[in-house]
């Protein structure tokens, strides 16, 4: 049974007592989780769109749905979204990544292919997350479409009012 604390100082002192990580863990948390082919994978989120990406390292080619990521996202700003986290992280041309994506519109894929590529690299290399977190990057952004409600013609765009 745990000891009771009856104060601030004697809680410290029972925490500082705790057992340290072992070796073995230290270790299996700076090597990241990695498959049989050495790649990390991770999923992103955004909207209605959902990316699955795979992170391995090689010359910096980002692979969308089978194609070249300047084809698939055509517009610049997209693309600029999709490697801010390898910018962010100094790791840019570094790391081949590989992206499934489905649902929601280009916008909404590009944001979660960069949630998905943050998390991928924190799977890969644990200490990137020091970076990335405070960039907000991992983070999943809850932002969606609101439903639309029965009587209106929108979520909450209602129809004109007239008096007679």
Known sequence: MADEVKSFSELKTTLIKAKPA???ETAAAAVGKRDAKGRS??????????ARVWVKPGKGT???????EKVYFA??????????PLIA?????????VVTVTGGG???QAGAVRHGISRALV???????AVLK??????RDPRAVERKKYGKPKARRSFQFSKR
């Open 41 to 50: 994978y991770a999923t992103g989120r955004r909207k209605n769109a959902v």
């Open 75 to 84: 517009r610049a700003v997209l693309r600029m979204v999709v490697r801010q």
């Open 134 to 139: 405070p960039g907000g990057f991992l983070t």
């Open 62 to 68: 980002i692979t969308v749905n089978s194609k070249d």
């Open 106 to 108: 280009l916008s909404g």
């Open 89 to 97: 992280a100094n790791r840019d041309g570094q790391f081949d990544v």
């Open 22 to 24: 072992t070796a073995a």
């Open 123 to 129: 799977n890969y290399e644990p200490s990137l997350r």
